[in-house]
């Protein structure tokens, strides 16, 4: 536990607070939509051999969001055949 994290605590005990849980927080909102991901899934689809960096310039995303899509909203995984090589 940190030294500034108690002087926190302390605080907020002090102005009246009885709880330790951190507040909620609004932070940034989620890009990614359901109906971006079904465009997405719609155009891998129609070509399973778009890249990520494809993908990025069509629907004008970060390849960082694109990655978060394809893994977490899609279940995909990048697959690598040996025997290609």
Do not use: C, N, P
């Not at 302390?10 to 465009?39: C, M, N, Q, W, Y």
């Not at 899509?69 to 690598?80: G, N, P, S, Y």
């Amino acid at each position: 536990m940190s030294r500034s994290l108690v002087f926190s605590w302390h605080k907020r005990f002090k102005d009246g607070e009885e709880s330790i849980e951190d507040r909620e927080r609004e932070g940034r909102k989620r890009k990614i939509t359901a109906t971006l991901v079904a465009s997405i899934e719609q155009a891998l689809q129609e070509d399973r051999r778009l890249t990520v960096r494809t993908l990025s310039d069509m629907f004008d995303i970060s390849i960082g969001t694109i990655y978060t899509i394809l893994r977490e909203d899609l279940h995909m995984t990048k697959v690598f055949l040996s025997s290609l090589f």
